[in-house]
């Protein structure tokens, strides 16, 4: 299969028509959102989801999300909108919030991995709203990469992981955020299944008091169920071994300093990724910046360019924990799972 890719900053109208095509007949196609390129297909149409699972290599026990171009959507997608997802859908959307709620029988177990709930939302990328509007159907849609690997945030991300096995790429140039969705569970009381732009703080001053499920910093346990993208225990995860070393920035960076000299005493080449308050610590070693660490949004914008660039040319990777609060959540979330948790803290 021949991949095309078609620039929508150039040709939007050209790309999407072609897009919505391919959505209509069952095909897949990768489009840009504000979070992270996604990776589309007819969401009301099993056969059609199965292909993403197909081409991701992903297992069909992962939910998917369905991506809806107005709010009067969901009305045929849940089998009842609540009250608090109404003042959601006012303030956050459209923007990187998803909800879950209970799903309409028109909704295939194809996208919620056989569950009862269903996750929607609703991107403030045009060009994603393009495509949904003129594909006539929710689009189901996961990051457009490789299961397991990070996230991709380009168009040129996705070609590496998806030429030829995909018919179309739309190119809408970086992605603002760099991370995926806020996902926010409205079954019971509200809880933040995976932390994202729309932070725990933003919400609450919303709707109240939400809950973190402990899954977001930890493995997700052996008998939880993985109601949303982003909870298996390993994920976003780079061609290295990545371990993240957690603690103040001095003592932190000091011990990533003897860490990286002993994996060199191993024969193994070894990069860190670090925070512009710490880059002097890094003097002369193979050291990159994820951004500035009192504004996490830089280092979400970052994290998956960087675990694909620099996990690609080196061994090991030793990146900086930080602090966890607003958008530092969203970022310790990613970079714990890119890591499969191999984490110390000094």
Same mark, same amino acid.
């Given at each position: 299969?021949?991949?095309?890719?078609?620039?929508?900053?150039?040709?939007?109208?050209?790309?999407?028509?072609?897009? $919505?095509?391919?959505?209509?007949?069952?095909?897949?196609?990768?489009?840009?959102?504000?979070?992270?390129?996604?990776?589309? $297909?007819?969401?009301?149409?099993?056969?059609?989801?199965?292909?993403?699972?197909?081409?991701?290599?992903?297992?069909?026990?992962?939910?998917?999300?369905?991506?809806?171009?107005?709010?009067?959507?969901?009305?045929?997608?849940?089998?009842?909108?609540?009250?608090?997802?109404?003042?959601?859908?006012?303030?956050?959307?459209?923007?990187?919030?998803?909800?879950?709620?209970?799903?309409?029988?028109?909704?295939?177990?194809?996208?919620?991995?056989?569950?009862?709930?269903?996750?929607?939302?609703?991107?403030?990328?045009?060009?994603?709203?393009?495509?949904?509007?003129?594909?006539?159907?929710?689009?189901?849609?996961?990051?457009?990469?490789?299961?397991?690997?990070?996230?991709? %945030?380009?168009?040129?991300?996705?070609?590496?992981?998806?030429?030829?096995?995909?018919?179309?790429?739309?190119?809408?140039?970086?992605?603002?955020?760099?991370?995926?969705?806020?996902?926010?569970?409205?079954?019971?009381?509200?809880?933040?299944?995976?932390?994202?732009?729309?932070?725990?703080?933003?919400?609450?001053?919303?709707?109240?008091?939400?809950?973190?499920?402990?899954?977001?910093?930890?493995?997700?346990?052996?008998?939880?169920?993985?109601?949303?993208?982003?909870?298996?225990?390993?994920?976003?995860?780079?061609?290295?071994?990545?371990?993240?070393?957690?603690?103040?920035?001095?003592?932190?960076?000091?011990?990533?300093?003897?860490?990286?000299?002993?994996?060199?005493?191993?024969?193994?080449?070894?990069?860190?990724?670090?925070?512009?308050?710490?880059?002097?610590?890094?003097?002369?070693?193979?050291?990159?910046?994820?951004?500035?660490?009192?504004?996490?949004?830089?280092?979400?914008?970052?994290?998956?360019?960087?675990?694909?660039?620099?996990?690609?040319?080196?061994?090991?990777?030793?990146?900086?924990?930080?602090?966890?609060?607003? %958008?530092?959540?969203?970022?310790?979330?990613?970079?714990?799972?890119? $890591?499969?948790?191999?984490?110390?803290?000094?």
């Amino acid at each position: 299969m021949k991949t095309e890719v078609i620039s929508t900053i150039r040709m939007e109208d050209a790309g999407t028509t072609l897009g $919505a095509e391919l959505i209509q007949n069952g095909g897949l196609v990768a489009f840009p959102t504000e979070t992270v390129y996604g990776l589309g $297909a007819n969401g009301l149409d099993g056969e059609a989801v199965n292909r993403i699972f197909e081409a991701k290599g992903r297992p069909n026990d992962n939910p998917l999300i369905l991506h809806v171009a107005k709010k009067s959507d969901v009305t045929k997608l849940w089998a009842h909108v609540p009250k608090l997802a109404k003042s959601l859908m006012d303030t956050f959307w459209p923007g990187p919030l998803t909800l879950i709620f209970m799903k309409a029988d028109e909704v295939p177990y194809e996208v919620t991995a056989g569950l009862e709930t269903v996750a929607i939302r609703m991107p403030s990328d045009k060009t994603a709203r393009l495509l949904i509007q003129k594909s006539g159907v929710p689009i189901a849609a996961p990051s457009a990469n490789r299961s397991g690997r990070p996230s991709p %945030t380009t168009a040129e991300h996705v070609l590496a992981d998806m030429d030829g096995r995909i018919p179309l790429i739309l190119d809408g140039g970086p992605c603002r955020y760099g991370v995926e969705s806020t996902v926010l569970s409205l079954v019971g009381e509200p809880t933040i299944l995976r932390p994202g732009a729309v932070t725990r703080e933003m919400l609450e001053a919303v709707i109240g008091p939400v809950r973190l499920a402990p899954s977001i910093l930890n493995p997700l346990g052996e008998s939880e169920v993985a109601a949303s993208p982003g909870m298996k225990y390993k994920h976003y995860a780079p061609d290295a071994e990545v371990h993240v070393v957690e603690g103040d920035p001095k003592p932190a960076a000091k011990r990533i300093r003897a860490l990286y000299y002993a994996y060199e005493a191993e024969g193994k080449t070894v990069a860190i990724l670090g925070t512009e308050q710490t880059m002097q610590s890094y003097r002369n070693l193979n050291a990159y910046s994820l951004g500035d660490r009192d504004e996490p949004e830089t280092l979400c914008t970052n994290l998956f360019s960087l675990l694909r660039d620099v996990g690609a040319h080196c061994d090991v990777i030793l990146a900086e924990g930080v602090d966890t609060a607003n %958008t530092g959540l969203a970022f310790m979330n990613r970079l714990l799972r890119a $890591a499969g948790f191999s984490r110390e803290t000094v």
